[in-house]
């Protein structure tokens, strides 16, 4: 069975494509960072060293994103992009799909003459 072929009959599981548009971002930002020190002409070996580590530390850190099974630090991403000549930007935007995780929770009602925090 070719890779297509599997993740087309994996993602028709119940869950299974829940679980697999959650680690859209993580597989983004993977795509980000190889992007970024393919750019720059750099191996693991060479980001390592411009980070203060050693080569699999960078491995590690690439392959927890596609794992999911590991967030790295911010700070961790930020010393990656700088080595590679970037900088990290993260933003919290707005999303238009409802989200099935996590219901809202209302928000109290203000009392009067008290200042939102």
Sequence with gaps: ?????????????????VEY?????EFEL???MLRARTKAGLSQ????KRMGTQAPAVTRLE?????GKHSPS?????RYAEAVGCDLQVKIV?????????????????R??????
Excluded: I
């Design 112 to 117: 009067s003459g008290k200042a939102a925090a």
């Design 45 to 48: 070996a060479d980001v390592a």
């Design 1 to 17: 069975m070719k890779h297509h072929d599997l993740k087309k009959a994996a993602l028709h599981r119940v869950g299974v494509q």
């Design 74 to 78: 911010l700070g961790t991403l930020k």
């Design 63 to 67: 392959s927890a994103l596609s794992s």
């Design 30 to 32: 993977l795509r980000q």
């Design 21 to 25: 548009e959650a680690l859209g971002p």
């Design 94 to 110: 707005a999303s238009n799909k409802p989200n099935k995780r996590f219901k809202p929770t209302p928000l109290p009602p203000l």
